[in-house]
């Protein structure tokens, strides 16, 4: 039972346009909800994360809108580089319990030179 | 210098072996994890120590064994290795549990295991 849904599942932007990727969960208790990168042969790395007393994270190019009452939460990437061609996975996981990480299935973004 | 590195990097074997696949984090960091990313590249905890202790162990096969000798290690044994075990293992490390902050998890390079 995937206790957080991601999509699309895949996406082609254009460079320097805007990829979006929606998250959703169900279990309230979640309070950490980081999302991973990773490239082809690698491990995930952390890009950005957020927890719940906040709606909205920018780091560069990438931000995190979150929406507690939807239990929804998502990642946008500005001006899309062929560089950010890549693997995104959202995740929850609860702080004050086990840190255990819930991903998302992941959504493989291309961007198009 | 690498913070979380896992060996062998690649691992082909036949059915019904025993295989062994070791990590190591150099960050100082109390807690580890082991994961498996099937070929639809979903990834999913099974093992997770806190200072050698084990504080998640997920619906995994009992043929899967993680052993953590010291804070620093935390190996996955595998027996009697089954076709459906093919898929890349990532070990990862964060700071403590005990901290109470969210913390990031450092993921290894993984292990991609082809079982024959």
């Known amino acids: 039972q995937q206790q957080v849904k991601q999509s699309p599942q895949s996406l082609i932007v254009q460079k320097g346009g805007i990829s979006i990727i929606n998250c959703a969960y169900e279990?309230?208790?979640?309070?950490?909800f980081p999302w991973y990168q990773q490239f082809p042969g690698k491990g995930p790395a952390l890009l950005i994360a957020?927890?719940?007393?906040?709606s909205e994270k920018k780091e560069g190019r990438f931000t995190i809108s979150f929406n507690k009452s939807a239990k929804q939460f998502s990642l946008h990437i500005m001006d899309s580089q062929p560089g950010d061609s890549a693997t995104y996975f959202c995740?929850?996981?609860?702080?004050?319990?086990?840190?255990?990480?819930?991903f998302g299935a992941g959504t493989t973004v291309t961007v198009r030179a | 210098d690498t913070a979380v590195s896992q060996t062998p990097k690649y691992l082909v074997t036949q059915m019904g072996n025993d295989k062994s696949i070791k990590c190591e984090q150099n960050?100082?960091?109390?807690?580890m994890y082991w994961y498996k990313q099937d070929s639809k590249k979903f990834l999913k905890i099974m093992f997770s120590?806190?200072?050698?202790?084990?504080?998640i162990n997920e619906t995994v096969p009992n043929r899967f064994s993680p052993k953590s000798p010291d804070k620093a290690h935390l190996n996955l044994h595998i027996n009697s290795l089954e076709l459906g075990d093919s898929a890349v293992y990532f070990c990862?490390?964060?700071?403590?549990?005990?901290?109470?902050?969210?913390?990031?998890?450092?993921f290894g390079p993984g292990t991609r295991l082809t079982v024959l």
């Open positions: 279990n309230t208790a979640f309070d950490y």
């Open positions: 990862a490390s964060t700071l403590s549990l005990a901290s109470g902050e969210s913390d990031t998890q450092y």
């Open positions: 120590y806190n200072n050698k202790e084990l504080i």
């Open positions: 957020i927890r719940p007393d906040v």
């Open positions: 960050l100082g960091h109390d807690t």
């Open positions: 995740a929850a996981s609860r702080v004050s319990s086990d840190y255990k990480l819930s």
